[in-house]
């Protein structure tokens, strides 16, 4: 069973950055499609970042320029690192882990970002 913990979360300014980490266990790691997805209240949950194949990654319009994905495949884990961010970043940040098509998807409990003065 494929478990995913994201950390990193919590309150931050406008323009600041936070980096959110997603370490995953029970798996194969390297083989894991992962990808960041986010949840504001009263909303949709909606894709922000993902590698699609290999290294290839592919960002949300409203992000692009600001996040950067990244991964450690030694370490079971993967990076959202967020820069200038927005008040309209608030939302509950959820890591997905998948080996591909006809398999299940793992998601992970989820941290809160906060961007607010």
């Known amino acids: 069973q494929v478990q995913l913990v994201e950390s990193g979360g919590g309150l931050v300014q406008p323009g600041g950055s936070l980096r959110l980490s997603c370490a995953a266990s029970?798996?194969?790691?390297?083989?894991?499609?992962m990808g960041w997805y986010r949840q504001a209240p009263g909303k949709q949950r909606e894709l922000v970042a993902t590698?699609?194949?290999?290294?290839?990654?592919n960002y949300a319009d409203s992000v692009k320029g600001r996040f950067s994905i990244s991964r450690d495949n030694a370490k079971n884990t993967v990076y959202l690192q967020m820069n200038s961010l927005k008040p309209e970043d608030t939302a509950v940040y959820y890591c997905?882990?998948?080996?591909?098509?006809?398999?299940?998807?793992?998601w992970g409990q989820g941290t809160q970002v906060t961007v607010s003065s």
């Open positions: 029970g798996s194969i790691f390297s083989l894991l499609t």
């Open positions: 590698f699609t194949s290999g290294s290839t990654t």
């Open positions: 997905k882990g998948s080996y591909g098509l006809g398999y299940p998807d793992y």
